[in-house]
């Protein structure tokens, strides 16, 4: 049974909460932080509740906020739900920051936080099961790419499929992607794969020295050119070239590269000494080809040269879950490069999951290696990875006159109809998504008048 610890000074809310939670967690309790730390550290819950008040200090955050640190330093992927008062927002705040999953009001509503400690059990039990999916080494993370959604399947696949023949393979995608490293895993695959790998980017080299690079150049070719030197072509002989960027490539530079790539042949700038050379073509871009195809920037034919298979890489926006994924992978890399230990907060995990990423995977890596770095506790939050996103305020309900027994069940009634809203009437799901059986949600329904 999952393992549930109630941090909290007064005896009568442990007793109502264990009472409450008893049948569906084992619940552990504690009236002061050290009898909690000395239970967390023997029993090792998934999730706490935790008042910021405790003794010898009730009246302050002190102790609350000790044993909050302490829990995290212990275990940083613990879920701890802090109970605070409604005039303590800045110390909910705070909690927050430190790495407290959420924040509920005092008084607590018990199917009200049973909600809220069943999505942290739901959350605790996803990475525990990402955590030894990870740990896992297969084929794909031992070509450094990691991901988990159907289009990165897709690109797997494919990789597996076009690595052993010597087909020339074009790769396109947005900048950031990872297209660089689909085409070193081609080549590890292959059966190249202990002859060189040879990458050239043909968007950084000027017009006027590219040709000497891909081709090489004889002595005397040009101003400076002393000796004869290879090309870039020719030092992949018997392995793979890869040419980044190759919608940048000039124009008449792609004649060459098509004579190359129907022939084996190449001719050095200044020579004319045919000279063959056996080296598998790999390309990439991030342009639309077929436009620049339609305004005469790319010719057609040498398009069909070097696609004749095209991998798509899908951009992170796209890739759903993997962006948590590829998120803890770099966490984990930084914090052993940095001999640090941190952890994602709820908030920045909010962060990553709706932020749009036009950098892509390159820009993921570049926000968590700075937010590792700059990070001062041991949670990062959204400041870290530079957002200015903040958690939602502790929610302070309008009193309206109404007697607390009147707010909760108001409060207790729009819940049950917006849950029977959502799972469009279906009780069964409703009374899952609250966290109560479907007999006590009929009950609820029924105290409250709730028709079906």
Same mark, same amino acid.
């Given at each position: 049974?999952?393992?549930?610890? !109630?941090?909290?000074? +007064?005896?009568d ?10 049948q ?7 009236? *002061? $932080? ?6 967390f ?10 008042d &910021?008040? &405790?003794p010898?200090?009730p ?9 909050l640190? #302490? ?11 802090? &109970? ?5 927002r800045? +110390? ?7 790495? $407290? ?6 008084p607590p509503? %018990?199917?009200?936080? =049973? ?7 739901? /959350? ?9 999916i ?17 289009? @990165? ?7 597996r499929?076009?690595?052993?023949? +010597? ?19 081609i080549?590890?695959a292959?059966?190249r794969?202990?002859?060189p %790998? ?12 590219l040709e ?10 040009f101003?400076? $050119? ?6 870039? %072509?020719q ?8 040419? *980044?960027?190759?919608? #940048? ?16 042949? /190449? ?12 080296a ?8 639309? !080809?077929?436009?620049a !195809? ?7 034919d040498?398009?069909y ?9 899908p951009?992170?926006?796209e ?12 966490l ?6 940095? =001999? ?21 995977v390159?820009? &993921?890596?570049?926000? /968590? ?13 959204p400041?870290?990875?530079?957002c ?11 009193n *309206?006159?109404?007697? %607390? ?7 207790e009634?729009?819940?049950?109809l ?5 799972q469009?009437?279906?009780i069964?799901?409703?009374? #899952? ?11 609820? @329904? =029924? =105290?409250?008048? /709730?028709h079906q």
């Open positions: 049974m999952k393992k549930l610890l !109630i941090v909290d000074d +007064n005896e809310i442990r007793q109502q909460l264990k009472w409450g939670l008893t569906e967690y084992q619940v552990l309790l504690a009236g *002061d $932080a050290h009898e909690a730390l000395s239970l550290r023997n029993e090792h819950p998934a999730v706490v509740i935790l &910021l008040g &405790l010898p200090y009246d302050s955050s002190v102790e609350g906020f000790r044993c640190d #302490e829990m995290l330093g212990l275990n940083p992927v613990t879920k701890v739900i802090m &109970l605070t008062g409604n005039n303590e800045e +110390n909910a705040l705070k909690a927050m920051r430190m790495g $407290a999953f959420d924040f509920y009001a005092k509503v %018990l199917t009200e936080l =049973k909600v809220m400690i069943g999505r942290a059990f739901h /959350i605790a039990t996803l990475e525990e099961q990402n955590s030894s990870s740990s896992g080494a297969e084929p794909e993370e031992q070509w450094g790419m990691v991901g988990r959604c159907a289009e @990165m399947q897709a690109v797997y696949t494919t990789i499929k076009v690595a052993p023949s +010597n087909a020339p393979i074009l790769i396109t995608g947005e900048s950031g992607t990872g297209k660089e490293l689909v085409a070193a895993a080549h590890e292959s059966q794969r202990k002859g %790998l040879v990458a050239i980017n043909c968007g950084a080299i000027p017009e006027n020295l000497s690079e891909l081709f090489g150049h004889e002595k005397g070719a101003t400076g $050119a002393h000796t004869a030197v290879r090309g870039k %072509l030092f992949a002989h018997k392995g793979t070239l890869f040419l *980044d960027e190759i919608g #940048e490539l000039p124009v008449n530079l792609q004649v060459k590269l098509l004579r190359f790539l129907q022939e084996g042949l /190449i001719q050095r700038v200044g020579g004319r000494e045919e000279i063959p050379v056996d598998r073509t790999t390309c990439a871009t991030n342009i639309d !080809i077929q436009k !195809i339609e305004e005469g920037r790319f010719r057609e040498l398009y040269r070097i696609g004749v298979v095209t991998i798509k890489l951009p992170l926006r890739r759903g879950d993997d962006v948590l994924l590829l998120a803890d992978n770099f984990r890399l930084y914090c052993k490069e940095n =001999k640090k230990k941190v952890r994602l907060s709820p908030a920045a995990i909010a962060f990553l999951k709706r932020h749009d990423w036009p950098g892509n390159r820009e &993921l890596k570049n926000r /968590i290696q700075r937010a590792v770095i700059m990070c001062d506790g041991t949670s990062i939050g400041l870290d990875l530079g200015d996103f903040e958690p939602p305020p502790v929610p302070v309900p309008a *309206d006159g109404l007697s %607390l027994r009147e707010a909760r069940e108001r409060m009634r729009e819940m049950i917006n849950a029977i809203e959502r469009s009437g279906n069964l799901k409703a009374a #899952e998504e609250l966290g109560v059986s479907r007999p006590t949600l009929y009950d609820l @329904m =029924k =105290k409250l008048s /709730i």
